[in-house]
Nanobody, 124 residues
Framework: QVQLVESGGGLVQAGGSLRLSCAASGRTFSTYAMGWFRQAPGKEREFVASISRIGRRTVYADSVKDRFTISRDNVQNTVYLQMSSLKPEDTGVYYC?????????????????WGQGTQVTVSS
């Protein structure tokens, strides 16, 4: 079992930056690939980025490519999402998730564990 706790969300102006963190419990963190998803009001949860178990492979949604960076620290049991050049359309609740798929995945059903989410609001 893995428990995930996100932090770092908040209110930021367009063009600004935020860094989200997701702390994982347990000693099996490095056996899971990790992903970030987001959900805007009235919309489905969508893929943002994923990172493989030891961080060699990262995948990004086209909408965040070149603006967001996913990384992980397997000693600190934490995955990060560095977000820059934020836009109002980046607003939503951001969730981290863990999957046993080695290289990660861009679909929600592949993920076994989810955090409670952290709100990101980008004002124009």
């Amino acid at each position: 079992q893995v428990q995930l706790v996100e932090s770092g969300g908040g209110l930021v102006q367009a063009g600004g930056s935020l860094r989200l963190s997701c702390a994982a419990s347990g000693r099996t963190f490095s056996t899971y690939a990790m992903g970030w998803f987001r959900q805007a009001p009235g919309k489905e949860r969508e893929f943002v980025a994923s990172i493989s178990r030891i961080g060699r492979r990262t995948v990004y949604a086209d909408s965040v490519k070149d603006r967001f960076t996913i990384s992980r620290d397997n000693v600190q049991n934490t995955v990060y999402l560095q977000m820059s050049s934020l836009k109002p359309e980046d607003t939503g609740v951001y969730y981290c998730a863990a999957t046993s798929v080695v290289s990660g995945s861009n679909i929600t059903v592949a993920y076994d564990y989810w955090g409670q989410g952290t709100q990101v609001t980008v004002s124009s």
